[in-house]
């Protein structure tokens, strides 16, 4: 079930009305339900594709990261955003990037409904599925011409920095602790991993498995 703040018969007309009624969705059926709910999903080829819910470490980390991001790129007339900002890959494909950004506000790229393209995007690697994030949306964020994609491990404890060369990445470094993560395409702009999964996080509590 997707979460909503919609009374639930409210919230299940809305379901039906943007739903077809036989076949895969459609980009603008993806669109209308996403507009009416707060989770976060992506869309591939007709498929909607429910992220997890983020954990306390999860988006501190992101938290952590968009207010540097945010700190270097705004004084250079740039743009950041913090999930969820769809992005679409392609007619068909769409993702939600943890932070997307591009170095000029006014980038024709940048839609209010959706993004049609970035110069940075950034995930956190997810414990439920982390080749999402490794293979899948590496794939993804070359398909759509990114200049530049950051891979956030927290169980590797790693920062992974690649930059778009052709139709596909190159690792321009794989950063750990006591190293200092450099963008690419920003120049002067790095990140101290240590700092990054030092961050105040609480512990997994034992009770939250039963």
Partial sequence: MIATNQPIGEYAQNVLDVMPSQGPLSDEDYLRLTDSTSRLI????????PLPMPTDLHQT??????????????????KAHFAAIRLRI???K??????????????RRRRNRFWIGADLA???????????D????????????????????????TITVLRLEGSSYIEHGVFARGQQAISVILAGFMVDVTS???????PDDPDDAE
């Fill in 134 to 157: 490794i293979v899948a949306k590496r794939a993804d964020y070359a398909e759509a011409n990114i200049p530049e994609y950051w891979i956030v491990n927290p169980q590797t404890e």
């Fill in 122 to 132: 950034l995930e956190v690697v997810s414990k439920d599925n982390p080749l999402r």
């Fill in 90 to 92: 392609r007619p068909g």
């Fill in 94 to 107: 769409f993702r939600e990037p943890d932070i997307i950004l591009v170095k000029d506000a006014k980038d």
């Fill in 61 to 78: 980390i992101l938290d952590y990261l968009f207010t540097l991001f945010k700190a270097f790129i705004v004084p250079i007339g740039g």
């Fill in 196 to 202: 990054v999964f030092d961050v105040d996080s609480p």
């Fill in 42 to 49: 992506e869309f591939t080829d007709g498929t909607l594709e």
